[in-house]
């Protein structure tokens, strides 16, 4: 796992073993191909951070901060010890359930990522749901997308359970079982 592109590309990040399920490198390299024209001076929110590869990515890449979120204290100490050792700087990492602090937050930003623990069977808990059925759009800039990260079968990942009152998908990517949907608020 490492940082695919811009000022610290190729610099390998720290893994907590069995604390997270970090986002694919291509993955992740698919998604900012995909946002680089606007990310340049970007605000960037990463919910369930994990390792924080998607905000020190957004960070490598010229956004101009980023705030990483996950109740994990070991996952918030390894995003915190590859900001240190990317020598990327303009972040902050915060430990707290990240529904918790979208319902707190006062801050705004042009992108929003959430990458939780994926719905795998009927009945698991589909925090995207909660996300986009909470105050999550008004912490985005205008113009700003939430960006959710599912496995296909449940939950969002079911093509019949991903439209919100409010929201609009404009675009949606397919990695093998992984999806990216990309959610702006509605007009």
């Known amino acids: 796992m490492k940082i ?40 960037v929110l990463d919910l369930f951070c994990g ?4 905000g020190l990515e957004s960070l490598s890449r010229g956004a101009a901060y980023a705030c990483l979120v996950d109740a994990s204290a070991a996952a918030c100490r390894t995003a915190r010890q590859n900001l ?3 020598k990327l700087s303009r972040a902050v990492i915060v430990q707290a359930d990240c529904l918790s602090f979208t319902r707190r937050a006062s801050e705004q930003f042009d992108f929003i990522f959430a990458d939780p623990p994926y719905c795998k069977a009927p009945g698991d808990r589909d925090m995207i749901a909660e996300l986009l059925t909470g105050r999550v759009a008004e912490l985005l800039l205008p113009g700003g997308y939430f960006i959710a990260e599912a496995q296909l079968g449940y939950g969002v990942g079911d093509r019949h359970s991903r439209d919100f009152p409010g929201w609009r998908i404009v675009d949606e990517r397919n990695y093998g079982k992984n999806t990216l949907l990309f959610y702006q608020p509605a007009p």
Do not use: H, W, Y
């Open 51 to 54: 390792t924080g590869s998607v």
């Open 4 to 43: 695919v592109a811009g000022s610290a590309k190729g610099f390998p990040l720290l893994v907590p073993k069995g604390e997270v399920r970090p986002t694919q490198d291509r993955v992740r390299e698919a998604l900012f191909n995909i946002l680089a024209p606007l990310l340049p001076g970007a605000r």
């Open 84 to 86: 240190e050792r990317t």
